[in-house]
């Protein structure tokens, strides 16, 4: 009982940002893992893409201007539309997450995951699918090798199987 009234206390001795800083964290707590895995998927995704260009600009110089070759790679408008992918990714979780939580009363992180149905899970996979296919095209790109755009295309194929998708170059109706 002591230490839940050292907490009120230093809670109430808070500025009014902290207090609200806080209780964002509490809310948003639950799906923390679910961000750190969209933040990582990015992240890596940025690295291969900048791994990517650098190989792209690969010249026969020295080694000092093939470095300052690469350092021209990284631009800040590159970077600011990851930053800003980042930061969407991250609000339609959150907002889903609030929808799910307080609208619709699912908790999406719960025991029940795997048999409930949340706008939060579908929004996590469908970000995570289209991080990895960008990592899997980059590392297929610098690799030279085309396992991960065969893995990818096999991969599409079963998608269109089961859902009996309409290919453009498909004209036949099912």
Do not use: W
């Not at 300052?68 to 930061?87: A, G, N, P, Y």
């Not at 048999?115 to 469908?126: D, E, G, P, Q, R």
């Amino acid at each position: 009982m002591i230490a839940l009234k050292k907490i009120v206390d230093t809670v109430t001795d808070m500025p009014l940002y902290s207090k609200f800083f806080v209780f964002m964290l509490s809310v948003f707590a639950p799906i923390r893992v679910v961000i750190y895995v969209v933040v990582f998927l990015v992240f890596v995704d940025m690295i291969t893409s900048i791994y990517y260009q650098m190989q792209c600009q690969k010249k026969t110089r020295s080694f000092l201007g093939h470095l300052i070759d690469c350092l021209k790679v990284v631009e800040s408008h590159k970077l600011r539309r990851t930053v800003s992918k980042l930061f969407f990714y991250v609000l339609a979780l959150m907002s889903f997450y609030v929808f799910d939580a307080y609208v619709l009363k699912i908790h999406p992180l719960g025991e029940d995951v795997l048999v409930s149905f949340s706008l939060t899970n579908l929004a996590a996979i469908l970000i995570c699918i289209t991080e990895l296919t960008s990592i899997s095209s980059n590392i297929s790109k610098i690799t030279a090798n085309p396992i991960f755009k065969t893995i990818m295309m096999i991969f599409g194929r079963r998608i269109k199987d089961k859902l009996r998708i309409k290919d453009e170059a498909d004209e036949t109706i099912e």
